[in-house]
């Protein structure tokens, strides 16, 4: 079955500390992992995907196809980081499975 | 480009009221996708439709729910009889034509928050 898994609804940290939003996932075939993040009274955006290797906004994300997990990281946190994080896997076509979504809260 | 518009943004019925939600997608995207979130829970998906085509409905209720995506107009998602269980927000996303096979970025609307009454 394919699912996302997002242990932690929310995470508090303090600006400044690393943040790890964790992410596992359990798929068959080869999977295409997304984060998304929506701030506060915004719509929900891509912040970034796995297949591009990329850093957006301090944020880095590695799969992790022997640990099925795609954690989310950023070593020092922000108070404009603070939004709710949905990690998504792609099921074909666009299809997005989302996880429950971790809310990040970061205080000054 | 004014992104992927939903509305309404807000839509309150009384039970066995029927609520109608509508979705125009970005210009040039002819994929869109229907998503519900309850309180509490993540975005699950319930339908993938091309224009005028319904290709994936595997996350629909089997009864009182459809979704359309005329050639010409919004996608309109369309509760019948709706219920309590009813109340949440339903996201819609759009995208362009796939490209290599991966996945291209879905863009989000703002979304419909339905309560029911």
């Known amino acids: 079955a394919q699912r996302v898994t997002q242990p932690e609804k929310l995470l508090s940290v303090f600006k400044g500390a690393p943040v790890e939003l964790k992410c596992n996932y359990s798929?068959?075939?080869?999977?295409?992992l997304f984060w998304y993040v929506q701030y506060s009274r915004q719509r929900l955006q891509l912040l970034l995907r796995?297949?591009s290797r990329e850093s957006i906004k301090g944020f880095t994300a590695d799969l992790n196809k022997g640990e099925t997990s795609f954690h989310l990281k950023k070593p020092f946190a922000q108070e404009e980081d603070s939004a709710m994080y949905y990690c998504?896997?792609?099921?074909?076509?666009?299809?997005?499975?989302f996880g429950a979504g971790t809310r990040l809260a970061v205080h000054p | 480009n004014a992104g992927v518009m939903q509305n309404p943004r807000h839509l309150v019925r009384r039970r066995g009221q029927e609520a109608r939600l509508r979705c125009s997608p970005m210009?040039?995207?002819?994929?869109v996708y229907w998503y519900r979130q309850l309180p509490e829970e993540g975005l699950k998906f319930m339908v993938y439709?091309?224009?005028?085509?319904?290709?994936?409905e595997s996350g629909m209720p089997k009864e009182r729910f459809s979704a359309e995506f005329p050639k010409e107009g919004p996608s309109i998602l369309r509760i019948q009889q709706v219920v309590r269980g009813d109340s949440a927000a339903y996201f819609c996303?759009?995208?362009?034509?796939?490209?290599?096979?991966?996945?291209?970025?879905?863009?989000f609307g703002q979304g419909t928050r339905l309560t029911v009454v």
């Open positions: 996303a759009s995208s362009s034509d796939r490209g290599s096979g991966m996945n291209t970025e879905a863009f």
């Open positions: 798929y068959s075939g080869s999977p295409e």
């Open positions: 796995h297949i």
């Open positions: 998504a896997l792609g099921g074909g076509y666009n299809k997005l499975i």
């Open positions: 210009k040039g995207h002819s994929h």
């Open positions: 439709l091309q224009k005028e085509n319904i290709i994936d």
